[in-house]
């Protein structure tokens, strides 16, 4: 569990306080003892957890322990759920799950806080980010909390069930089309284009040709978040020049439906910057912050993308002008977070992570402010010789 560092304020969001230990082993006592208790954690097939007035696990059930490779549940005595199962927003909570600033937008944490405040069941929708085998892992839960008096003790069970698939599924086919729109918006300009003017026939033909392979790659994208979900999709780093790899990057991008009126810059680079990197899920993870950078923008804008030779390594930066309000931003990784100011942006962030992450074994963050808009960037590792 963090503590929070001098000046820093012990929450930002739910109550910081947590059980004496030996009023969490009495209660977690009560809990065995219990008929109800004990028919509720061996009847329901998804995960449930009983938890105290300050969010603390007491008992949980089996499908809770096999999930987190348990044999038994002494080690989530006294954890919260975010704690438990290694939520990436652990790092920003000063007292743990529940405390950070992204703690506002949890739907476990405000379910848990509303029945509290109502004593009456409350429903929500938890995306969670969560950290498994040093590896980032996106699922999704619907939340309903139900208060439960025992004895003395008023206790809450909170029943999360995985509806993961589902949103995939979901999310997966509204990108898909989302982004197919986007390249058939492209390819339909060009032949416009192609139309209208009889010279330059072999530039416009040449953007037709790059389109339409665009189309095959936003099938084969999809091929590839399936295998890295599942943890088999396999790396092929090879040595890169910077200054060829984003002009490539960026004659891609020509025609693209998201350009409408905006300007795409890079900085110029010396030839001999280069890198070792898995070529085709690089130019995706910097696809995709392109383009929401992109649609992030007003007529007008110019989004730019950098690249320098850190000590730590490569790193990447694109920057746009636009603003991410912070209870935007505190969402702007889980997988099926989107808003209809960004369609498609919540899968295009967490594919940046997924593949940045878990298999270019970077890390991908951004920074957002008012006066200096918004930069996301990808930081590589300096060796990334070795597959991921």
Same mark, same amino acid.
């Given at each position: 569990?963090?503590?929070?560092?001098?000046? =820093?304020?012990?929450?930002? &969001?739910?109550?910081?306080?947590?059980?004496?230990?030996?009023?969490?082993?009495?209660?977690?006592?009560?809990?065995?003892?219990?008929?109800?208790?004990?028919?509720?954690?061996?009847?329901?097939?998804?995960?449930?957890?009983?938890?105290?007035?300050?969010?603390?696990?007491?008992?949980?059930?089996?499908?809770?322990?096999?999930?987190?490779?348990?044999?038994?549940?002494?080690?989530?005595?006294?954890?919260?759920?975010?704690?438990?199962?290694?939520?990436? *927003?652990?790092?920003?909570?000063?007292?743990?799950?529940?405390?950070?600033?992204?703690?506002?937008?949890?739907?476990?944490?405000?379910?848990?806080?509303?029945?509290?405040?109502?004593?009456?069941?409350?429903?929500?929708?938890?995306?969670?980010?969560?950290?498994?085998?040093?590896?980032?892992?996106?699922?999704?839960?619907?939340?309903?909390?139900?208060?439960?008096?025992?004895?003395?003790?008023?206790?809450?069970?909170?029943?999360?069930?995985?509806?993961?698939?589902?949103?995939?599924?979901?999310?997966?086919?509204?990108? &898909?089309?989302?982004?197919?729109?986007?390249?058939?918006?492209?390819?339909?300009?060009?032949?416009?284009?192609?139309?209208?003017?009889?010279?330059?026939?072999?530039?416009?033909?040449?953007?037709?040709?790059?389109?339409?392979?665009?189309?095959? =790659?936003?099938?084969?994208?999809?091929?590839?978040?399936?295998?890295?979900?599942?943890?088999?999709?396999?790396?092929?780093?090879?040595?890169?020049?910077?200054?060829? &790899?984003?002009?490539?990057?960026?004659?891609?991008?020509?025609?693209?439906?998201?350009?409408?009126?905006?300007?795409?810059?890079?900085?110029?680079?010396?030839?001999?910057?280069?890198?070792?990197?898995?070529?085709?899920?690089?130019?995706?993870?910097?696809? *995709?912050?392109?383009?929401?950078?992109?649609?992030?923008?007003?007529?007008?804008?110019?989004?730019?993308?950098?690249?320098?030779?850190?000590?730590?390594?490569?790193?990447?930066?694109?920057?746009?002008?636009?603003?991410?309000?912070?209870?935007?931003?505190?969402?702007?990784?889980?997988?099926?977070?989107?808003?209809?100011?960004?369609?498609?942006?919540?899968?295009?962030?967490?594919?940046?992570?997924?593949?940045?992450?878990?298999?270019?074994?970077?890390?991908? *963050?951004?920074?957002?402010?008012?006066?200096?808009?918004?930069?996301?960037?990808? =930081?590589?590792?300096?060796?990334?010789?070795?597959?991921?």
């Amino acid at each position: 569990m963090n503590e929070p560092q001098a000046g =820093q304020p012990a929450t930002y &969001f739910a109550p910081p306080e947590r059980s004496e230990p030996a009023e969490l082993a009495r209660l977690a006592e009560t809990c065995v003892n219990n008929a109800i208790i004990e028919v509720v954690l061996e009847s329901l097939d998804s995960h449930v957890l009983v938890l105290d007035a300050r969010r603390q696990i007491l008992a949980a059930n089996p499908v809770v322990l096999k999930d987190l490779e348990l044999l038994e549940g002494e080690p989530l005595l006294g954890a919260r759920p975010g704690e438990a199962f290694g939520c990436v *927003n652990l790092a920003e909570a000063p007292s743990g799950c529940g405390t950070s600033e992204a703690c506002r937008n949890c739907g476990l944490v405000l379910a848990v806080l509303a029945s509290q405040a109502t004593h009456a069941p409350a429903e929500g929708e938890c995306l969670l980010s969560m950290r498994r085998h040093q590896e980032l892992e996106g699922r999704e839960y619907h939340v309903r909390v139900t208060p439960i008096r025992i004895e003395e003790d008023l206790l809450q069970v909170a029943v999360l069930r995985d509806v993961s698939d589902t949103k995939r599924r979901e999310v997966l086919e509204s990108t &898909f089309l989302h982004d197919l729109n986007n390249v058939l918006q492209g390819l339909n300009n060009w032949t416009e284009v192609l139309q209208a003017s009889p010279g330059g026939l072999s530039r416009v033909a040449q953007q037709i040709v790059t389109l339409s392979s665009w189309i095959t =790659q936003e099938v084969a994208l999809h091929r590839v978040i399936v295998q890295a979900e599942q943890g088999n999709l396999v790396t092929h780093p090879e040595p890169l020049k910077a200054n060829p &790899f984003l002009e490539g990057l960026l004659l891609a991008l020509e025609g693209h439906g998201a350009l409408n009126g905006k300007a795409l810059a890079v900085d110029p680079l010396p030839p001999e910057d280069g890198f070792i990197c898995d070529p085709a899920l690089l130019r995706r993870v910097l696809t *995709n912050m392109l383009v929401n950078a992109l649609e992030a923008s007003t007529v007008g804008a110019t989004v730019r993308i950098t690249f320098s030779q850190e000590k730590a390594g490569p790193r990447f930066q694109v920057h746009n002008p636009g603003w991410i309000v912070p209870e935007v931003g505190n969402s702007i990784f889980h997988r099926s977070f989107s808003t209809k100011a960004a369609k498609g942006r919540g899968l295009g962030t967490y594919i940046m992570k997924l593949l940045g992450e878990n298999y270019l074994r970077g890390a991908v *963050n951004f920074r957002s402010s008012e006066g200096e808009g918004t930069c996301f960037w990808i =930081q590589l590792p300096r060796d990334a010789s070795e597959p991921g």
